[in-house]
């Protein structure tokens, strides 16, 4: 396990546009966020995507939000379900997700209750008052959460990270933060004394109760303002645990199904895969960032995994497809790839996914 001081860093601005947003200013701009030695995955200054692509740039960017071609998403769109109140404890060889909504859930293994990338707020921007809002509400009261024993924080975007939410969980539960790399100085001095692990591509953390996370790498980027593109580390996580293992990730590009072969080989196969299934359209714009429903199924094929669960879309619109095109798209991945469609579900808020035991 590596554990890494965070530095308290003066307030940070601007919007984190999705999909290349602007230039992160001068290249060789220090990093606000992590020092540490160049590697495979970091230059020294900034992360990237061995042998990957890189989001498309201002230029794109205009291109894309200037096509007319987004689709429009109702004011509402209420989940079929009540919200959850979600068991104290989940124990034995269970292993129950519960979906909140786009990338927040409970995941409740081996005794242990984790949330990844919570976000309780009503938008997903640096301000109250703009930006992607929420069409249904969280699957999970707040006030109606079991105690939380870990956060895992995936990456930096506003849909993933949001410091109110976090704040507030600290508060109320005082858990266990784990992040990628240069993730903790973005929320730590938000926090009062908070726990926070730190981990780069390929560590390792005991969390507990024979649960043990690992850090993997996926295919996508980072930012939250103008200027600290890429300045913070993205990841996959393994949650190993006695009951099964479980492969998380928060956002990627399919990029060949490099990682999820990685995934495999290293830790596989997997009783459960979280894999994200929306937000991405246009294709041309979104591949390097966001698989499709079709790129998950295969991922999934790819990573060996039982069971898998659907993300990252139905709540917030960011991108140019409807509300349901990835209900619809999973359901023809499904059925071309001849898999049952109850091995992949698209989750909605208040839904829990009593993962059967293989």
Known sequence: MKRRQF????????LALLGGGFAAGRAMAAN????????DHFDGTRFFNPNGEQPEGLMSLLRWRLNGKSIGWPDAYPSPVEPAVPEKRVSGNRMVVTMVGHASMLIQVAGLNILTDPVWAERTSPVSFAGPKRVNQPGIRFEDLPTIDAVIVTHNHYDHLDLVTLKRVHEAHRPLFVTPLGNDAIFAPSL??????V???GDTAYVGKNVTLHCEPCHHWSARGVGDRRMALWGA???ETLAGKIYHIGDTGFHQGENYRAASERHGPFRLAILPIGAYEPRWFMKAQHQNPEEAVAGMQLARASYALGHHWGTFKLTDEGIEEPLAALGNALSAAEMKPERFRAMR???AFDVPDV
């Open 7 to 14: 530095m308290k860093r003066a307030g940070i601005g601007g």
């Open 32 to 39: 606000r966020y992590y020092s540490g030695p160049a590697s």
């Open 192 to 197: 009062d004394d908070p726990r926070i692990t």
């Open 199 to 201: 981990m780069d591509w």
């Open 237 to 239: 996580f393994v949650i």
């Open 349 to 351: 808020p208040g839904e």
